[in-house]
């Protein structure tokens, strides 16, 4: 099962929060996440968005990332998400 420290390529030195998660239900099931990475010193370094939409049979069928900077910059984003990641909200 791969982490979100991974998908993000966190330093192991630096510290990854989840900050919240939400879930929606209906024709397509989604899920949403904050995380927040602070580096040795404590100082917040990035800011994460993802999400994850699936299928009927709960695959991904779509999800993507973004890291933020501290001042609101988009600095990196990848996808999809992977379906462990989604299925652990």
């Known amino acids: 099962m791969q982490s979100f420290e991974a998908l993000y ?3 192991v030195t630096h510290r990854l929060v989840p900050v919240r998660s939400c879930s ?9 996440w904050e995380h927040e990475e602070y580096d040795t010193s404590g100082r917040l370094v990035a800011r994460y968005k993802s999400f994850a939409q699936r299928g009927p049979n709960g695959d991904v069928t779509r999800g993507s990332w973004r ?3 501290p001042s609101g910059r988009l600095i990196g984003q990848g996808s999809p998400m992977p379906s462990s990641l989604a299925e652990a909200a």
Not at 24 to 32: A, F
């Open 9 to 11: 390529r966190v330093p």
């Open 67 to 69: 890291k933020i900077n």
């Open 24 to 32: 929606h239900g209906g024709r397509t099931p989604s899920t949403y």
